[in-house]
Each structure stands twice: as C-alpha cells, then as structure tokens.
C-alpha cells in the first residue's frame, strides 16, 4: 500500500492539496477521454477518404496512362522536347498547418503558378492527344496531393491518438488510483490521531475527577472530625484528641507513681 500512494506527511492541508490534486486529475482525464474518442473520429473519417481516393487513384493513374500512350502514338517520343522546354514549373506545392482537435497536422494544397506550357503543343501530329494527357495528368496529379495530404495528417493524428491514449491510461491506472490512496492514507491518519488525542483526553478527565473525588472526601473526613472535636469540648471543657489513647494508657492516669504494691501485703 505505501508502494501505490506518494509519500507525504498526513495533515489536513496536505489532505486539502491533495483533493484539489485529484479534482484536477479527474478532469483532465475527462478532457483527454474527449479528445482521444474526437481523435478517433476524425482518424477513421480520414481512413474512409483515403481509402475513396485510392480507389480513385488507380482509376485515373488507368486513364491518364492510357491517354500517354494515345499521344505517344500520335506525336511520337514528346517526352524529351517537353522537358527541355520547360522553365519554371506551372504546378507547386504549398505547405500550411490545420489545428484538429489540438492536433497541428500539416496540410499539402495545389498551387497553379499560370506558367503554361500548352503554348509548346502543336496543333499537328497529335497536339490534341497531348493535351488531354496532360489533363489528365494535372487530375491525378491533384489527386496525388490530396492522397498525400490525407496520410500525412492520418500519420500525425495517429500518434496523437496513441499519446493521448497513453495519457488518460495513465491517469486513470496509475496517477488518480495513487492520489486516491494517499488521500485515504491521510484520512485514516487523521482518525487515528483523532481517536487517540479523545482517548487521552478522557483518561486525563478520569483522572482529574478521581482526583477531585479523592479530595473531596478528605475535605470531608476532616470537617467531620472538626465537628466532633468542637461537640466534646462544649460538653466536657476538655479537649479530646484526635487519636484515641490505649486503655493501658488510661489506666496509668488513675495510679499513683509513688504507691508500692508490696507494702501493701
């Protein structure tokens, strides 16, 4: 039991500490229970959306390749004449951080930079085909970030859940059953000091009236033997004795010291 409690010294401020302590554990168990079932929440609806784009991936990854070889078939090898032609790129990448449920995940949107190139396709020699590929392209490209975006923030959201989870199992197992403990130990404590200052208290009573009884009791005694003295010296004019003499003693008061009991035979 002194394994499961934090060590303190049982008084009731440390009681008061204590219960504020817990008070405050308990809610933030609360809150993190509340954050980990939104963080459930929000990682199986991302779950469900990477799974309806990946389904849609493969579908326009088909179809974008397939146009690709249309134009391949119609305008010959243009992969090489594109590339050395291209300057800048006409798609970019932006990075911006979205706060879910306390949780800062990083976020992938499309940025067109208006630097196209369809200027660099013909209208002969399958200029059409091309433009559909790269159509086509710029959809799974789209796609592409989002998917990206979708796992990235499903990576971060993952771990926030399982941290957060490790966190409410730890108040709920470890920290509040402890304060739980320290503030029972505290109170039993306290009773015990308790019943003992009251058991004290009353041996210190019982002993204060067997005292006052004990006085009592000579204080009576001794009015009594007052009263008897004053009664024989009224009656008599003599003063009696507290003690009573021996009858030998009385004797010897009557007989004459000089008398002989031998002349007297």
Excluded: W
Excluded at 51 to 70: C, G, L, P, R
Excluded at 147 to 156: D, G, I, K, V
Excluded at 220 to 242: F, L, P
């Amino acid at each position: 039991m002194a394994t499961n409690r934090f060590p303190t010294f049982p008084s009731r401020m440390s009681l008061q500490q204590f219960k504020v302590r817990t008070n405050g554990a308990r809610k933030g168990h609360s809150l993190l229970k509340r954050k980990a079932d939104a963080l459930k929440a929000k990682v199986r609806a991302i779950l469900s959306e990477i799974y309806d784009v990946k389904m849609q991936m493969n579908e326009i990854m088909s179809t974008a390749n397939f146009s690709h070889t249309q134009a391949t078939h119609s305008a010959g090898d243009f992969n090489a004449q594109i590339i050395s032609k291209v300057e800048s790129p006409s798609i970019k990448v932006a990075l911006r951080r979205e706060n879910v449920v306390g949780v800062k995940i990083l976020q992938f949107d499309k940025v067109d930079t208006g630097a196209s190139q369809d200027s660099l396709l013909g209208i002969v020699r399958g200029g059409a085909q091309i433009r559909k590929c790269k159509n086509a392209y710029d959809q799974a490209l789209e796609l592409l970030i989002k998917l990206a975006s979708l796992q990235t923030s499903f990576q971060e959201l993952d771990e926030a859940l399982r941290v957060t989870n490790r966190r409410v199992n730890a108040l709920d197992n470890v920290v509040i059953p402890k304060l739980e403990n320290t503030m029972h130990y505290i109170a039993s404590e306290l009773d015990e000091r308790e019943r003992e200052d009251l058991y004290r208290l009353k041996k210190v009573v019982a002993k204060k009236k067997k005292e006052v009884a004990i006085a009592d009791a000579i204080r009576r005694e001794r009015e009594n033997n007052g009263h008897g003295a004053i009664q024989n010296v009224s009656t008599t004019g003599v003063i009696v004795d507290e003690e009573p003499q021996s009858m030998l003693q009385d004797m010897g008061d009557f007989q004459d010291p000089d008398d002989n009991v031998a002349d007297i035979f």
